[in-house]
């Protein structure tokens, strides 16, 4: 039972343009989202995160949307560059069992950059 | 740099072998979890520890084991391997229990032959 879900394996952008990547997520129990970067030989770093009692967050050329109605974010990319070719995780938030957070993440969408 | 340390990088071993897996969070954190990355896969978390108690559990088979020291460094137990247990395997760590944001290792890829 996949609760967090990315349905594109990979996307391809032209250097400069926007990329969007997006995430759908099953569990309403989920109330923060989060989004990770992985480049190969490496662990996944922490690029931006969104709580859900917000719509939008952004930290300069990175902005996370969350539409909670629809159960579904999204992280766009402005202006793509060829160093943000990576792994892109998606990853939610929820407390579980003796107050501990637990993250569910999706399968990850490889974003290639063409310079 | 995320401040997370795992080591080894690599290890190769043989089926039916036990293998020991080490990680040091990052200053000051408190909370371990552990996860795991077979191929084309997402990372699926395995365990959870807090200042050395086990706290949440995931999809973590009998076979493996972790726990949390003192010195708040863990390691993660994995016995009687069997090829699909070929995979990476992620450290992370957070400043508490319930914080949201966690911050991973480069892994360890294991490889059982």
């Known amino acids: 039972d996949q609760q967090v879900k990315q349905n594109s394996p990979s996307l391809s952008v032209q250097e400069g343009r926007i990329s969007i990547l997006n995430c759908d997520y099953t569990n309403s129990m989920f109330d923060y989202f989060l989004w990770y970067k992985k480049y190969p030989a490496e662990g996944p770093t922490f690029l931006i995160s969104i709580s859900s009692i917000k719509d939008k967050n952004e930290d300069g050329r990175f902005t996370v949307f969350l539409n909670k109605s629809a159960k579904h974010l999204s992280l766009h990319i402005v202006p793509s560059q060829p160093g943000d070719s990576a792994v892109y995780f998606c990853?939610?938030?929820?407390?579980?069992?003796?107050?501990?957070?637990?993250?569910?993440f999706g399968s990850g969408t490889q974003l290639t950059v063409l310079p | 740099d995320s401040g997370v340390t795992q080591t080894p990088k690599h290890l190769i071993t043989a089926t039916g072998q036990r293998v020991t897996l080490r990680c040091s969070p990052r200053?000051?954190?408190?909370?371990v979890y552990w996860y795991q990355q077979s191929l084309d896969q997402g990372l699926q978390f395995l365990i959870q520890y807090y200042n050395g108690e086990e706290r949440a559990k995931g999809n973590i088979l009998e076979r493996f084991s972790a726990q949390q020291f003192p010195d708040l460094h863990s390691e993660l137990n994995l016995s009687s391997l069997e090829l699909g247990d070929s995979a990476l395997y992620f450290c992370a760590s957070s400043l508490a229990l319930s914080t949201d944001t966690q911050y991973f290792g480069p892994g360890t890829r294991l490889t059982v032959l």
């Open positions: 200053s000051g954190d408190l909370s």
């Open positions: 990853a939610a938030s929820r407390l579980g069992s003796g107050s501990a957070r637990q993250l569910t």
